[in-house]
């Protein structure tokens, strides 16, 4: 479950990137986060694995306050939460193989185990057959999936997409929140920023809409 | 993803992570990443060894020197193993008789030769080149024992002299002792003053390698950042530096046991002959037990040089 109560979030120029925030997203669900450009959307996500830190309210995960938790908690709860970034983070000098297997190393899974994952999120992607291609030799699009199957690897509970489908194609991008779907199916707890609104209409999905750093709506799924 | 349920799919997650295994799999990679990198960048890593070797040689050297005065002042010193005691001027046959035994039960004492007063104004006559000291009317010299002690050391000679002064027929004795104390305490300077520069020049390593490391570092800063984005620990990001500076800190050590062994053999020659004039041979070579204390003192000081620059840049790196 992630919980957000009256979270703010100032940055050091004084900006308001998010202002009193408040939703609950129990476990198992999915919900979509739109918005304009600026609305605090990256913003609202990075809190949840505690990449940043809200400067006033609770953001509760699981249960779990971040406020209380120390330094040394956050890896447990970052490998716990699959997050597609909106800027890659990919390692660009190295393979395709490498960057997706990180996850998987860092939380110590054995050499076979990491290709058989790393095999099944690439094919989730459609890149099984690109493992040894380096990432500058990819399209930006392959290399949004390559993010893609990153986030998917682990098997999260809980998984972030801060616009997943911003360089893909209209049947690529459908195929991708498929996938989505298919994870909450199962159980995990979904929450994807997106503005692309003709494909957020095909999903009976709730979404939270973020108007400069506000929650401006909360519209249950239609359908 | 269809068919396996979301525990089952967790339990089948949790089975497969092998955390003991993998850790260990993860120390031996690093450990091979330490090697790959010192052949793949081989200036700058080599360079910092060298340093290394360079400034942890000296505290080597000035032990090493401390160890070379202290054997060739042994060998120096076997010349002064000797003692002269002047007898009581009253001391007479008996007494000098009882003396004597006296020292032939001291196992200090080697050998024992009795010079009477005659015997030694002929020598000292000879010595100075003098004459018409015969012609003296009572001879002003004492009887001496001339003793050979078992050895040289300050503590044999120390013992005997305490005995000596509890015996009437002794008026005085050469104690002679000073300069075998006065090498020992040159031995403890040197032991000492390597000591010393070894952990001020220890904080030397520590930065040299620190800066090497933070280059490091800082070319590996976005996969550091981004191991810290998706679950990696400090300890997972500091491993491999930790291997890094252990091994340029260990390769620093041998570097510097070469270069105190070079040394001692350039220095060899004249060594060796000061050793033969004394019918002593000896040939200088590194103690093992230094080559020991270069290593680990080497690899102690990279591991903590990584600690110290590895917490600091990577807390900074992976902190939002
Ligand atoms: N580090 C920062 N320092 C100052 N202001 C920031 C910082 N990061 C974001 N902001 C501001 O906070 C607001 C919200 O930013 P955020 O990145 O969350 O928007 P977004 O909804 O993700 O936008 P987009 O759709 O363009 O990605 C913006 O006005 C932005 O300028
Ligand atoms: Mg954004």
Redesign the pocket.
Known sequence: MIEFANVSRR???G?F?LQDINFRLPTGRMAFLT?H???????LLRLIPALDRPTSGKVLIGGYDLNKMGRHQYPKLRRQIGVVF?DHHLLTDRLVFDNVALPLQVSGYLPGDVRRRVDAALDKVGLLGRQRARIEELSGGEQQRVNIARALVNRPRILLAD?PTGNLDPDLSRDIFDRFFEFHAVGVTVLI?S?DVELLKQYPVPRIA?NE?RISAFEEAES | MSGPTINEARANSEKSRRPLAAWRRHHRQCLRGAFSRLIRRPVGAWATILVLGVVLSLPALVMTLGHQVERLGAIWMSDAARMDIYLATDADEAARQTLRDWLDRQATVAEQRVIPPEEGLEALTERLHIDGLETLESNPLPWVIELTLSDARADTRLALAEGLREQSAVAEFSSGDDWIQRLEQIRAFFDELGWWLLILLGMTVVFVVGNTLRLELHERRREIALIALIGGTERYMLRPLLYDGTLSGLLGGVVASGLVGLALSVTSGPIERFAASYGAAISPQIDPALVLLLMTAGALLGWLSAQVIGRFYIGRLSTP
């Open positions: 940055y050091a120029n900006q990137g918005g450009s600026g609305a605090g959307k990256s913003t909106q616009e920023a503005h973020l750093g």
